[in-house]
């Protein structure tokens, strides 16, 4: 496990999870992205949040267009979706969509199923193991890390797909641990989208894929004014390409929004 934050109050693991806002509070007390210390001083990142996952051509039968287990797990699994009028022979570009915690890959498929269609891309959705993303319930990569490379894996053993747009995207927990594997793998991705972030995972990153945020101006669960507008201004210093917009509403992903950041994810080269 990675260094945790000094100073009093608690500290996260397993018997002892910091709540989404304490765990904001911690990263964003000290210099955002670049480290747990609560002065400011570069701490080591949690470690592992690289993945070995790489596009290779598809083995098995075609998948036929739409939703499909993942069939990797009993209960928390997940989802395969192809979009509408896929060609077996015509590679496509892929979405790895995060969920929000205490969510499933319900939501990301019943939000971007209908434009995974249109923008002709297949999403690949798995479920977190516990009720929210390894790295922010328990403060390292491990369980969710290992089940999103076996997603990926049966991905694109099923489904042709383009290896230079092979993007990830996520919703408020999940987009937090989105931006933290777009960071750190982005030689993989070949873009992030955030919908409503939380904070910044410290990771040693990769490359600088380019990264598109939307956040609600009245979000009543990961405050604006805390989150994106401290993460745009630290990742922009860090060297990546944003993409920022506000919109006039809750924590949620407007239509338009979640159109933008699908798109931004797997831009054309």
Request: glycine residues 14%; neutral net charge; contains cysteine.
């Amino acid at each position: 496990m990675g260094s945790l934050p000094d100073g009093p109050g608690p500290r996260p693991g397993p018997g002892n999870p910091l709540t989404r806002r304490q765990f904001a509070g911690v990263l964003l007390a000290s210099t955002v992205g670049v480290g747990w210390g609560s002065t400011g001083s570069i701490r080591s990142s949690p470690p592992g949040a690289r993945l070995s996952a790489r596009p290779k051509a598809a083995k098995g039968p075609a998948a036929q267009p739409g939703p499909q287990p993942l069939s990797l797990a009993e209960g928390r699994d997940g989802v395969l979706y192809v979009p509408r009028g896929y060609q077996p022979e015509q590679p496509l570009p892929l979405v790895l969509a995060l969920h929000g915690a205490t969510g499933s890959s319900k939501g990301p498929v019943r939000n971007f199923g209908p434009l995974a269609d249109e923008l002709g891309l297949a999403l690949v959705v798995p479920d977190s193991r516990g009720r929210t993303w390894d790295a922010i319930l328990l403060g390292e990569f491990g369980p969710d890390r290992d089940f999103i490379d076996s997603a990926l894996e049966a991905a694109w053993s099923r489904v042709l797909v383009d290896p230079r747009r092979v993007g990830v995207a996520g919703f408020s927990d999940g987009a937090t641990y989105a931006l933290a594997l777009g960071r750190a793998n982005g030689d993989l991705f070949s873009g992030t989208a955030a919908f409503s972030p939380g904070f910044l995972i410290p990771v040693d990153a990769v490359g600088r894929p380019p990264v598109f945020i939307s956040h609600g101006t009245h979000d009543s669960i990961l405050p604006i004014d805390e989150c994106s507008r401290r993460i745009v201004p630290e990742l922009r210093r860090l060297g990546y390409p944003v993409t920022y917009r506000e919109f006039d509403g809750d924590h949620t992903v407007p239509r338009d929004m979640a159109a933008l950041g699908l798109a931004a994810a797997v831009p054309r080269p």
